[in-house]
């Protein structure tokens, strides 16, 4: 079963959603913290489908980020896992966008 994840609008009032996540597919995004540190978010589904993870590493002083494009020296930490889900279940957390123009903004992952 995949993880879809959404992005909530405030001006919408709703849940959008902006993908799916397929076994053995993982997928990252930048949070800036407010102390201005760079985390990954990285977020997949187990290679049978049963599960999907949801795990924050805060990026080393050698990572940076460029027009989308990240390039990782070492992690500072190892992951750390902040949900493991299964069918039906929902985990959100609020992520800002590495662009230090952007709002905080709700993330919502589920596992179908």
């Known amino acids: 079963m995949p993880l879809e994840f959404e992005r909530y609008s405030s001006e919408e009032n709703r849940w959008t ?30 290679s049978d489908g049963s599960e999907s993870i949801v795990q924050r590493m805060e990026l080393g002083d050698k990572s940076f980020v460029e027009r989308g494009k990240m390039f990782v020296g070492h992690p500072e930490e190892n992951p750390v896992q902040i949900a493991r889900l299964r069918t039906g279940d929902s985990f959100e957390t609020t992520i800002q966008d590495f662009d230090r123009d952007s709002q905080p903004t709700r993330y919502r992952f589920s596992h179908k």
């Open 17 to 46: 959603k902006r993908g799916e996540v397929k076994p053995d597919a993982p997928q990252t995004i930048i949070n800036l913290k407010p102390d201005g540190k760079k985390e990954i978010i990285l977020f997949e589904c187990t």
